[in-house]
Nanobody, 115 residues
Framework: QVQLVESGGGLVEPGGSLRLSCTAS????????MGWYRQAPGKQRELVAR????????NYPDSVKGRFTISRDNAKNTLSLQMNSLKPDDTAVYYC????????WGQGTQVTVSI
């Protein structure tokens, strides 16, 4: 059973940056496309970045394109999300998980963008 642990969230002012990290246990990480998701209060969980298993291809919705960058290190079973030019609308709990058939969700990491 894969376990996911997210970290790196915090409180940041608008325009600031944060870097999130996700560590996955086990040997399945490198074989799966991975994604970063977020869930704001009262809203559904949404995918904000995805990366291919090799790390060579990434996709983003328009809401974060040009501001967020996803990356991975398969040797270390880690997934990262660099978030720049943060906006109040980016406030949410952020989670990592596999694409298309998620593993058990981790606890997430809270990102709050506020003055």
């Amino acid at each position: 059973q894969v376990q996911l642990v997210e970290s790196g969230g915090g409180l940041v002012e608008p325009g600031g940056s944060l870097r999130l990290s996700c560590t996955a246990s086990g040997s399945l990480f490198s074989s799966r496309d991975m994604g970063w998701y977020r869930q704001a209060p009262g809203k559904q969980r949404e995918l904000v970045a995805r990366i291919s298993s090799s790390g060579f291809s990434a996709n983003y919705p328009d809401s974060v394109k040009g501001r967020f960058t996803i990356s991975r290190d398969n040797a270390k079973n880690t997934l990262s999300l660099q978030m720049n030019s943060l906006k109040p609308d980016d406030t949410a709990v952020y989670y990592c998980n596999a694409i298309g058939g998620p593993w058990p969700w981790g606890q997430g990491t809270q990102v709050t963008v506020s003055i």
